[in-house]
């Protein structure tokens, strides 16, 4: 599975933003989908997860309430749309895949995913 995120950009502080992650395999549905960030200085971290049949999402503490993850899994992508956004969700943000076959299970620890995109930045100014 190659997955590859878009949609980051720069933004004022309280603005929302909508980032995708396009996946290239023709099974994307049988994969779980997780988002993590990594800011200047500091270690990766898991946001928001999304299971492959899309009923079972979870989000970090830091995001909950302003971020809502989805799939689409005919269209082969995950969306997370991100709203009041504030100056320390700046970060490169990544996606990740990993096959499961439990539909509803949700990952969010990058040492549980297998394919990662190469990011994109998220730049929230103050």
């Known amino acids: 599975v190659r997955v590859a995120e878009s949609g980051g950009g720069l933004v004022q502080a309280g603005g929302s933003l909508r980032i995708s992650c396009a996946a290239s395999?023709?099974?994307?549905?049988?994969?779980?989908m997780g988002w993590f960030r990594q800011a200047p200085g500091k270690e990766r971290e898991g946001i928001s997860c999304v299971s492959r049949n899309g009923t079972n999402t979870n989000y970090a503490q830091a995001v909950k309430g302003r971020f809502t993850v989805s799939r689409d899994n005919a269209g082969k992508t995950a969306y997370l749309q991100m709203s009041n956004l504030e100056p320390e969700d700046t970060a490169v943000y990544y996606c990740?895949?990993?096959?499961?076959?439990?539909?509803?299970?949700?990952?969010?620890?990058?040492?549980?995913?297998?394919?990662w995109g190469r990011g994109t930045q998220v730049t929230v100014s103050s």
């Open positions: 990740a895949a990993r096959p499961t076959f439990v539909a509803t299970m949700c990952y969010m620890t990058s040492k549980e995913m297998y394919f």
């Open positions: 395999e023709t099974i994307f549905n049988i994969n779980a």
